[in-house]
């Protein structure tokens, strides 16, 4: 009743029953952090700024309406929503066993006919939600969480922020979504795409999984678009000769350029390799070892980026006094790693969110990672020697005018 007073909605009554932990991503929109629940169960929710979609809040409602339609073992569930004057809250089911790469390094060993029943079950998902005419459209290794440390624990696709529900089975979607080095080709070339997209990155994640290393290896977009367009894809002999001829033969009917000749969820579904009986035992762990030292790399500038996120998003709140965005922004990036060390739930909304810069163990004073430290350092040299290169150029350029009028000068 208080809280109504106070202008609140109505169902801002449900937010005290949340105890809000560490950030675990941010976005244009809002953020997403941990909390504990009315039942004990941990939850991610996302808090989404009212005026980041102002002008478009059925997106937010749309969202709200997907996620309450979906039901798969494969897919995160949703729990509840509310709302306060300038925010939304999101609450879905956390997933703890932590992201897909991450746990097969746990692993001693990782097969071929591992991988082949890794994709089936998210070929389960996805298949679900094309039959219910929802497109992912941010498919990637990242957003592929195991549900809990349990060993026979589910693998559930999560992360719904882009992902569309067509009004027909036949619409066409323009806007750009997804993830660099997943996103297909017609997506980056803006000419429509829809169901396709996703059956595009179940591609790249699988050939990804069984060699270590991504098909598409462009780093910057014009480049990547010509390599995806060519779908020139090669199987490295070091690399592939110890995969089964089905492996390949299931990602080049997913690799396809045109999104016509695509196979669709449900014809891949059918492929043998998902059967398992052709994959060999071939042990993938040590590429995959390789590849996740490289990705948590990108992970360190990421953390800066996520620094950068939320600190923008703190000064875009409307209503600082009750405040959702973490006070220290860069511990608070750091805590968002997979294995960071979790904030205590019994201290108090703002300490769990860094504001005393206590670990989660006691009163010990915590320190940034190493890979933030070092992303930081990369990042401050990287923009010194953009400095020092747009300097050289400004200096060259000058130069060349100079010379090109000394040079009129005399001729005239």
Same mark, same amino acid.
């Given at each position: 009743?208080? !809280?109504?007073? +106070?202008?609140?909605?109505?169902?801002?009554?449900?937010?005290?029953? *949340? #105890?809000?932990?560490?950030?675990?991503?941010?976005?244009?929109?809002?953020?997403?952090? /941990?909390?504990?629940?009315?039942?004990?169960?941990?939850?991610?929710?996302?808090?989404?700024?009212?005026? !980041?979609?102002?002008? $478009?809040?059925?997106? @937010?409602?749309? /969202?709200?309406?997907?996620? %309450?339609? &979906? !039901?798969?073992?494969?897919?995160?569930?949703?729990?509840?929503?509310?709302?306060?004057?300038?925010?939304?809250?999101?609450?879905?089911?956390?997933?703890?066993?932590?992201?897909?790469?991450?746990?097969?390094?746990?692993?001693?060993?990782?097969?071929?006919?591992?991988?082949?029943?890794?994709?089936?079950?998210?070929?389960?998902?996805? $298949? *679900?939600?094309?039959?219910?005419?929802? @497109?992912?459209?941010?498919?990637?290794?990242?957003?592929?969480? *195991?549900?809990?440390?349990?060993?026979?624990?589910?693998?559930?696709?999560?992360?719904?922020?882009?992902?569309?529900?067509?009004?027909?089975?036949?619409?066409? &979607?323009?806007?750009?979504?997804?993830?660099?080095?997943?996103?297909?080709?017609?997506?980056?070339?803006?000419?429509?795409?829809?169901?396709? @997209?996703?059956?595009?990155?179940?591609?790249?994640?699988?050939?990804?999984?069984?060699?270590?290393?991504?098909?598409?290896? =462009?780093? !910057?977009?014009?480049?990547?678009?010509?390599?995806?367009?060519?779908? %020139?894809?090669?199987?490295?002999? #070091?690399?592939?000769?110890?995969?089964?001829?089905?492996?390949?033969?299931?990602?080049?009917?997913?690799?396809?350029?045109?999104?016509?000749?695509?196979?669709? =969820? /449900?014809?891949?579904?059918?492929?043998?390799?998902?059967?398992?009986?052709?994959?060999?035992? +071939?042990?993938?762990?040590?590429?995959?070892?390789?590849?996740?030292?490289?990705?948590?790399?990108?992970?360190?500038?990421?953390?800066?980026?996520?620094? $950068?996120?939320?600190?923008? &998003?703190?000064?875009?709140?409307?209503?600082? /006094?009750?405040?959702?965005?973490?006070?220290?922004?860069?511990?608070?990036?750091?805590?968002?790693?997979?294995?960071?060390?979790?904030?205590?739930?019994?201290? =108090?909304?703002? $300490?769990?969110?860094?504001?005393?810069?206590?670990?989660?163990?006691?009163?010990?004073?915590?320190?940034?990672?190493?890979?933030?430290?070092?992303?930081?350092?990369?990042?401050?040299?990287?923009?010194?020697?953009?400095?020092?290169?747009?300097?050289?150029?400004?200096?060259?350029?000058?130069?060349? @005018?100079?010379?090109?009028? #000394?040079?009129?000068?005399?001729?005239?």
């Amino acid at each position: 009743m208080l !809280n109504r007073l +106070h202008g609140q909605p109505e169902s801002y009554d449900k937010k005290s029953k *949340y #105890r809000f932990g560490r950030t675990l991503g941010a976005g244009t929109y809002g953020i997403v952090r /941990e909390a504990d629940g009315p039942d004990g169960q941990r939850v991610a929710i996302k808090i989404i700024l009212k005026k !980041n979609v102002r002008g $478009n809040e059925k997106m @937010v409602l749309d /969202e709200l309406e997907m996620l %309450q339609r &979906l !039901n798969h073992p494969h897919i995160v569930k949703f729990k509840d929503w509310f709302e306060s004057r300038d925010k939304y809250y999101i609450v879905t089911e956390l997933a703890t066993g932590g992201e897909l790469f991450d746990r097969i390094c746990e692993q001693g060993k990782f097969t071929e006919k591992d991988a082949s029943q890794t994709i089936k079950q998210v070929l389960g998902a996805v $298949n *679900y939600l094309h039959q219910n005419n929802v @497109v992912h459209r941010d498919l990637k290794p990242e957003n592929l969480l *195991y549900r809990s440390k349990a060993l026979d624990s589910d693998l559930v696709l999560a992360d719904f922020g882009i992902a569309k529900m067509l009004d027909t089975k036949d619409e066409v &979607l323009t806007t750009m979504a997804g993830s660099f080095g997943y996103a297909a080709p017609e997506v980056m070339l803006k000419q429509g795409h829809g169901k396709p @997209v996703d059956m595009w990155s179940m591609g790249v994640i699988t050939y990804t999984l069984l060699c270590g290393y991504s098909p598409f290896r =462009s780093e !910057n977009l014009q480049d990547l678009i010509d390599e995806c367009s060519s779908a %020139q894809v090669v199987f490295h002999e #070091r690399y592939w000769k110890d995969v089964s001829d089905d492996a390949k033969s299931f990602i080049m009917k997913l690799l396809q350029p045109k999104p016509e000749d695509r196979w669709s =969820s /449900e014809e891949a579904l059918s492929h043998p390799w998902l059967k398992g009986e052709t994959a060999t035992d +071939h042990n993938l762990l040590p590429e995959i070892k390789a590849y996740l030292t490289k990705a948590r790399l990108r992970r360190g500038i990421e953390l800066v980026k996520l620094a $950068n996120r939320i600190e923008a &998003l703190k000064m875009q709140e409307d209503d600082p /006094e009750n405040s959702d965005m973490p006070k220290d922004s860069t511990l608070a990036a750091d805590q968002s790693r997979p294995f960071a060390p979790r904030a205590n739930s019994g201290n =108090s909304s703002s $300490n769990i969110a860094g504001g005393s810069g206590a670990a989660a163990g006691g009163g010990e004073k915590r320190t940034l990672s190493k890979t933030i430290k070092g992303a930081i350092f990369r990042e401050v040299v990287l923009a010194k020697v953009r400095e020092m290169k747009e300097k050289e150029q400004t200096l060259k350029i000058t130069e060349e @005018v100079e010379s090109e009028v #000394r040079r009129k000068s005399f001729q005239g």
